[in-house]
């Protein structure tokens, strides 16, 4: 080997050693058998903490899991409606939207819109009118209630269920967020992994492990996904060794790195996984589908002090 030649050699290397690695991992997703749940898995995406990339895992989970042959349906509780423009449905302010849905008893089945991504991906929109309905939501009847009892109607009426329900809620424990534990068997929560990454986290468990005792015993924190990982930096290491400490159970083995990707696809009107089906991070969130629906629900059993 020439003296160039020894030289060239490391710096080409890992390049196509993550050509390899990207190679092998579409491979896998392409022969994957997707497990089914035998019932609906309603998951509330949460996290009190702002930009953790709560609505980002919501529209790339669920577009994921179609993708693979689930049925999935996103309800966007966020005023501001960016899992309703990921995922390219029309959520202007005259668009029946979930709004219509909480306050003014709408059926749920009256404002689902079919997103363009591939396979059965639906949506429930956001518009601006959610904005108001904290305050609306103060005086009525069963405030907390209004969108589980929507959600079951809209199941119950269906010949074939969906298999995944995602909610996206807005970064704050109002009575929106209630609305969506209240609604919901299971959190999803994704925590960045950087600095502050465990901030606000304590509190946030605390507020559902309220939810579960007073207005929802099923409720449980299955799942845990880390989340803008940068492998080059000790901290997101650290952070990502920190969490799986914590969380053992919940923490899913794959890790959702930072990419350019990801944060582009929205703009479009889309996933990651349509926008760019092959890229690290639309593989990433395929894989961490693949793993959630291979761990299943979890098993509820009573807790002490539950109701």
Same mark, same amino acid.
């Given at each position: 080997m020439t003296e160039d030649a020894a030289a060239s050699t490391?710096?080409?290397?890992?390049?196509?050693?993550?050509?390899?690695?990207?190679?092998?991992?579409?491979?896998?997703?392409?022969?994957?058998?997707?497990?089914?749940?035998?019932?609906?898995?309603?998951?509330?995406?949460?996290?009190?903490? *702002? *930009?953790?990339?709560?609505?980002?895992?919501?529209?790339?989970?669920?577009?994921?899991?179609?993708?693979? *042959?689930a049925k999935v349906l996103v309800i966007d509780l966020d005023p501001q409606g960016n899992a309703s423009t990921a995922l390219g449905v029309e959520h202007r302010a005259d668009v029946p939207s979930i709004y219509n849905v909480i306050i003014e008893d709408l059926p749920l089945s009256a404002v689902v819109q079919k997103s363009p991504e591939e396979g059965e991906l639906y949506c429930v929109p956001a518009n601006i009118h959610l904005a108001g309905a904290e305050i609306e939501l103060v005086s009525l009847v069963a405030r907390e209630q209004r969108l589980r009892r929507a959600l079951d109607l809209h199941i119950a009426e269906m010949d074939e269920p969906y298999d995944y329900v995602f909610i996206d809620c807005p970064p704050s424990l109002g009575l929106l967020t209630i609305n969506a534990f209240v609604a919901a068997s299971e959190v999803l929560i994704p925590i960045q992994c950087e600095y502050y990454a465990l901030e606000g986290l304590s509190q946030l468990l605390k507020n559902i492990e309220m939810i579960e005792k007073h207005l929802n015993p099923v409720l449980r924190v299955s799942t845990i996904l880390l989340t803008m990982y940068d492998s080059r930096t000790n901290l997101a290491n650290q952070v990502a060794q920190d969490v799986r400490d914590h969380f053992p159970q919940q923490v899913l083995g794959t890790i959702i790195p930072r990419s350019v990707r990801v944060s582009e696809a929205p703009s479009y009107g889309q996933s990651v996984i349509s926008y760019d089906t092959n890229s690290t991070g639309s593989l990433s969130y395929q894989e961490a589908a693949a793993e959630m629906a291979r761990r299943g629900a979890p098993v509820v059993t009573p807790r002490t002090g539950s109701r």
């Open positions: 490391p710096s080409h290397a890992p390049l196509a050693e993550e050509v390899a690695t990207l190679t092998r991992r579409r491979q896998a997703i392409a022969e994957l058998k997707l497990p089914l749940p035998e019932k609906t898995r309603v998951l509330t995406i949460s996290n009190q903490k *702002g *930009g953790v990339g709560k609505t980002t895992t919501a529209v790339n989970l669920a577009a994921a899991l179609a993708r693979l *042959g």
